[in-house]
């Protein structure tokens, strides 16, 4: 089994920046992508951003293109959101995803974080 500790949140100002980290743990498993989605109240929840551990390609929601990037370490089995030029509308609760596979049984897995808030307001 895979778990996923996420770390970074917080209360931010309108233009500000923020950092979250999400770090997958287990034994015999192999990661296949990882992503960040969020969660604002009443609404869906919906992709951030998502690289893939293989090839590092990435995949970023129209609405955070150009100021949050994700990125990797795979020897950490961590994933990474930068955030910048964080508005109001970024505010939701961020959950990490990660797609794995077992190996030492077949199927592809999908384990969530427990979530982490991000606020942004003056």
């Known amino acids: 089994q895979v778990q996923l500790v996420e770390s970074g949140g917080g209360l931010v100002q309108p233009g500000g920046s923020l950092r979250l980290s999400c770090a997958a743990s287990?034994?015999?498993?192999?990661?296949?992508?990882m992503g960040w989605y969020r969660q604002a109240p009443g609404k869906q929840r919906e992709l951030v951003a998502a690289t893939t551990t293989s090839t590092g390609s990435t995949n970023y929601s129209d609405s955070v293109k150009g100021r949050f990037t994700i990125s990797r370490d795979n020897g950490k089995n961590t994933v990474y959101l930068q955030m910048n030029s964080l508005n109001p509308e970024d505010t939701a609760v961020y959950y990490c995803?990660?797609?794995?596979?077992?190996?030492?049984?077949?199927?592809?897995?999908?384990?969530w974080g427990q979530g982490t808030q991000v606020t942004v307001s003056s």
């Open positions: 287990g034994s015999a498993f192999r990661l296949l992508s």
């Open positions: 995803k990660a797609d794995w596979r077992p190996l030492l049984s077949v199927g592809t897995r999908i384990t």
